[in-house]
């Protein structure tokens, strides 16, 4: 039996879902950079070549022809170097999320994930067949398992594995992004070593995939539980690791740790990655968006440029009656910070020839939130003329707080493409917005003093039709990331006329969040994928 180090090439890249040509290319990219690097054996991330998640493109008879085409190519190649990747395995009427090892020229073993998650914005049990054994495979004379993303967090596939007599566990992954969710990675790969006394060498995926975002850190440890490298996060990397065998057991080689980030700077990131390869992806030439001078734009505009590019970016003030100087000077402010395209369009004309054509129909009634809506679509109808025109998607602005309870105009605010802030707190956007002059200066720092203002009738401020923030968002959080009651939140010390009224809001304006555009998951749930809640219902919050 060889002494010498087992050595992995991890290929912690950004595919893209549906490319399976592209991201074969990748694959044969990493095989071959693999290959110089002396490694053993190469590992790329779950369902690498169809991308992750693929969803109903799955069933899609051209698809399943690109899959399988795309392994013979890989078969093909032949690059000297074992390589083990993840695509769809289609066998009859039965699709298997697999990992497959090249070797050879064919594909020498083959592991079926054998868990498959079915909770929040995970949903393989429509698509996928659990395998329903371990997979284990020779490479230099070490016995290695073959483990998927899911396999990890139960404790049988790994217990399998090691009564079958692995040496140490291989795992690629598609696990997604959200607060904290490293180290709840960290804690249950610990908890998997620990059970079976193996190295486990964790390989993840990077980039964006519509509301998802997938934030790499991939890391490799030991068998007693402490972290022995980990690629950075929130960029492609590539690290080379390396199993010694210590006193006949495979040992991992230290190597860089990357630092762990704080959560804003996570957050952060992955609203700058998501938008950016959503952008990308799709092959838009920039984005245009409104700057209002209030926090979220703001932050919406930093984060764009952040992104993209100040170049690829149309900021764009609308203003009425309503509109403050400071909101004017604060947004050309916030332009000329962050060096992009800004222009001043009124909507005070088409204000009031709105509501000149409407004289007859509104006669007899008094203001209200009616014509503040009618300022809101606007500017929408001025964005999407602007985005229709130059092929710039539009981005929206609005934050989780306002998508949660209605506090945002379908067909006004609400219309766009991508909504990059769209699971980010109002007290979050503060937290970010922070964080983000602390890098450089992008927001003048009164845009997050000032007390938030939606600036469609006199004098307006957001508590007058919300509770504030501090108020606000841990009810919010509490209903719907932790599907708590009335009684429950109000145990919390909230009043109970304040929480009834919130959850009523929120479940009273589901129809909109049903016709809002995708934004990026950062949260334990986010509205979109993993939301379902009904349209229409009798249930009453209590």
Partial sequence: MSHAPLRLFLAQYDLCVGDVDGNTSRVLE????????GADIVLLPELALAGYPPEDLLFHSGFRRQVQAAVRRLCDR??????????????????????????????????R????????????????????????????????????????WTPEPARAARAAGAEALLVINASPFQMNKQREREAVAAARVADTGLPLVYLNLIGGQDELVFDGNSFVMAANGAVTQRLPAWREAEAVVELARVDGR???????????????????????????????????????????????????????VDALGADRVHAVMMPSRYTSQMSLDDARAEADLLGVKYSVISIEGMFDATLGALTGEFAGRKPDITEENIQSRCRGVLLMGISNKTGSMLLTTGNKSEMAVGYATLYGDMAGGFAPIKDCSKLMVYRLSKYRNGLSAAIPPRVIDRPPSAELRDDQKDTDSLPPYEVLDPILEAFIEEDLSVDDI??????????????EMVKRCEYKRRQAPPGIRISGRAFGRDWRYPITSGYRSR
Avoid: W
């Fill in 113 to 152: 994930k054998q868990a498959l998650p079915n909770y929040r914005v995970f949903d393989e049990k429509r698509y996928f067949t659990a395998g329903q054994a371990p997979t284990l495979v020779d490479v230099k004379g070490a016995r290695v398992a073959l483990l998927v993303c899911e396999d990890v």
């Fill in 250 to 304: 495979l040992v991992p080689v230290p190597g860089e740790v990357a630092t762990e980030l704080s959560e804003e700077a996570s957050v952060y990131a992955a609203l700058v990655l998501g938008v950016r390869d959503y952008v990308g992806k799709h092959r838009f030439p920039g984005v245009v968006m409104g700057l209002s001078g209030g926090v979220d734009s703001a932050l919406t505009l930093a984060i764009a």
């Fill in 78 to 111: 032949k690059p000297g170097v074992d390589v083990v990747v993840g695509y769809p395995e289609y066998q009859g009427s039965e699709i298997f999320n697999s990992a497959a090892l090249i070797r050879g020229g064919r594909v020498y073993a083959n592991h």
């Fill in 490 to 503: 109000v145990a919390r010390g909230f009043e109970r006329a304040t929480v009834g009224r919130v959850l």
């Fill in 30 to 37: 990493a095989s071959e950079r693999g290959a110089a690097s």
